[in-house]
């Protein structure tokens, strides 16, 4: 079962996983599934053949897709068929769930609420792991007065307050991933765990048992592990097509780990430009996006620039156009008044030319839309939200890229008060 890892002591056993740490890495474990399933605080189980097979590939896919869009967790590597390697974390007692709909045990704590209801943003809560008395729902004011001390570090208002942060960007990742094979992710939970290294993570498992997944948002498709918890008998057919519906679900993560990368090309007005449009290049790169830079003057080569344009204005994929040129800037109107693809501006200005570069780039004629960014990564962020309407990988790097600005604020701020103190 561990096939080529050398497992040391069991950190963990859970009803449907085991814990191991690794010998040749103390900061590291192997999580090994359990062809195991169980609902109701483990009051209902059965075995299920193939099912660690199945829930490990799962949680493998989401995790790969999790670090693609830039969010650490503690996922490293896939191990074997029934397991995989994470960092070693200290657990805390918490589930975070997020919901997008009512339905479930929400409905039975809220009674007057239809099923259906949808939650903008998405309702978060939290669960406090204890079997004994079914998972009791806890309050901000309960976490925080636990004291909870994991991996060295206090579970206070700001460490709550940054996996909340963390725990919407999952469930909007996976949402908007799903969306793309017209599925509806109703609710998931997860679980955090404090590394060695101190940092809060997203660890644990992430497969059918954590979410409601609705083909098409229709309930009686459902793909996930309600259909077990319906069963008032469970026959051997019917754990059948639990397993189905689990494989299927696996099987459509590889269509939402990737998309193909969207295009910007960065049009220069001169070759000395470059540096300015490789700063460019390099923020889009990190956002998930190709570029392709080219070397056109709408005052110098107007019909070569014309035909440029046209160029991509057939190349049947999304494009959007940013235009780099100081001084006189006739390319990016240029390029907006033969165009209907997005033009952004970004001229490369020097210090003591920013108000001519950017009156230029601003003081349009009638009937044009091209906007202005001064700074390139302004400029790459600009064209990432114009492709993050219709690329969900695109879009998750935005967000993420908006949660570390908040996180390091956030840590900033702990420091200061720590300091001050």
């Avoid at 650490?72 to 068929?81: L, N, P």
């Avoid at 995989?84 to 589930?95: N, R, S, W």
């Avoid at 709408?298 to 046209?310: F, M, P, V, Y």
């Avoid at 990432?384 to 890229?401: F, G, M």
């Amino acid at each position: 079962m561990s096939g080529e890892f050398k497992l040391g002591k069991l950190i963990n056993e859970g009803k449907t996983k085991k814990v191991y740490e690794l010998l040749t890495d103390p900061s590291l474990c192997l999580l090994i599934s359990k062809d195991r399933i169980t609902a109701g605080d483990g009051a209902k189980a059965h075995d299920l053949e193939g099912k660690a097979e199945i829930s490990t590939a799962t949680t493998v896919k989401v995790f790969k897709l999790l670090s693609e869009v830039g969010l650490k967790t503690a996922f490293v590597s896939a191990g074997t068929e029934k397991s995989f390697v994470a960092k070693k974390c200290d657990m805390i007692p918490i589930e975070w769930v997020t919901r997008r709909v009512a339905t479930g045990s929400f409905l039975k704590r809220h009674p007057g609420v239809p099923e259906g209801y949808t939650f903008n943003p998405p309702l978060q809560e939290t669960f406090f792991k204890d079997d004994a008395n079914h998972d009791p729902q806890w309050s901000d004011q309960q976490i925080i007065s636990a004291n909870f001390q994991m991996g060295g570090v206090k579970i206070t208002k700001d460490q709550l307050n940054i996996m909340k942060s963390i725990a919407l960007l999952v469930f909007e990742v996976l949402e908007k991933a799903w969306a793309t094979r017209n599925c509806s992710l109703i609710d998931m939970k997860i679980e955090f765990g404090v590394d060695t290294n101190g940092e809060i993570l997203v660890a644990d498992i992430i497969d059918s048992d954590s979410w409601r997944l609705w083909p098409a948002g229709d309930k009686r498709l459902m793909k996930d592990k309600q259909v077990y918890r319906d069963l008032r008998e469970v026959k051997p057919e019917d754990l059948e097509k639990v397993k189905i519906n689990f494989k299927w679900v696996a099987n459509e993560l590889d269509y939402c780990l990737t998309q193909p990368s969207p295009l910007i090309v960065i049009l220069m007005g001169s070759k000395s430009d470059e540096e300015h449009c490789r700063k460019i290049a390099k923020y889009a790169a990190e956002l998930g996006l190709r570029t392709q830079l080219r070397v056109c003057s709408a005052h110098k080569s107007t019909k070569e620039t014309l035909n440029i344009i046209a160029e991509y204005e057939n190349c049947k994929e999304k494009v959007v156009l940013i235009a780099v040129a100081g001084r006189s800037n006739g390319l990016g109107p240029v390029l907006s008044g033969n165009t209907t693809l997005p033009v952004i501006n970004c001229p490369p200005f020097k210090s003591d030319s920013v108000a001519q570069y950017m009156w230029s780039s601003l003081d349009l004629p009638s009937g044009l839309g091209c906007t202005t960014a001064l700074y390139p990564e302004t400029a790459a962020i600009s064209a990432a939200q114009i492709h993050a309407l219709d690329n969900h990988i695109v879009w998750s790097r935005l967000r993420t890229k908006q949660l570390a600005n908040y996180i390091t604020l956030k840590k900033a701020d702990i420091n200061m008060r720590t300091s001050c103190a």
